[in-house]
């Protein structure tokens, strides 16, 4: 299997910055999309911002202008740069990552703002 490592969550205050990373190891090295999701306390999970291998990116409305996604193929790793944040950012953030026909989902890495 693809093992997906996430770090770089905690509490920060409103305001404030937090940068994600999700590090992609294992036998796949061809992938496809890299994305991150976040699941709030009584709520489906979402999808927050996705990166083709072309670049191309998207976001959810809720998170435009505050936060960026990027990619390094070189280290397999995806990034959530997230600034501004607000206490509705308050969610357990999801690497996932498609590669080689399959998803594949990080552990989750808990994301606290305090207002």
């Known amino acids: 299997q693809v093992q997906l490592v996430e770090s770089g969550g905690g509490l920060v205050q409103a305001g404030g910055s937090l940068r994600l990373s999700c590090a992609a190891s294992?036998?796949?090295?061809?992938?496809?999309?890299m994305g991150w999701y976040r699941q709030a306390p009584g709520t489906q999970r979402a999808l927050v911002a996705r990166?083709?291998?072309?670049?191309?990116?998207n976001y959810a409305d809720s998170v435009k202008g505050r936060f960026t996604i990027s990619r390094d193929d070189a280290k397999k790793t995806v990034y959530l740069q997230m600034n501004s944040l607000k206490p509705e950012d308050t969610a357990v953030y999801y690497c996932?990552?498609?590669?080689?026909?399959?998803?594949?989902w990080g552990q989750g890495t808990q994301v606290t703002v305090s207002s």
């Open positions: 990166i083709t291998s072309g670049g191309s990116t």
């Open positions: 996932n990552v498609l590669a080689g026909g399959k998803f594949y």
């Open positions: 294992g036998s796949i090295f061809s992938i496809n999309v």
